[in-house]
């Protein structure tokens, strides 16, 4: 399990893909840790590939250093 406090996979996953379905022109991970209240200070490398393959999940340079994380079209 990634992170110190017990968040189970399927409950960080849900809780992003939820919010960048409503945010369809992407968020930061600093957004999405703010809006979510999320205990991770980075996102857990192992559950963002999961992500990746299972739910669309794109992750792509934006302004500044961070990434814009989206979910495309059927994920």
Not at 11 to 20: N, P, Q, T, V
């Amino acid at each position: 399990m990634c992170g110190r406090r017990k968040l189970r996979y399927v409950d960080f996953r849900d809780s992003i893909c939820g919010e960048l379905r409503r945010n369809r022109e992407g968020l930061t991970w600093n957004q999405l840790k703010e809006r979510l209240d999320l205990p991770y200070r980075t996102p857990c490398g192992e559950w963002v590939g999961r992500m990746e393959k299972e739910n669309g999940l794109v992750r792509a340079p934006g302004p500044g250093r961070g990434y814009i994380w989206r979910i495309l079209d059927g994920g």
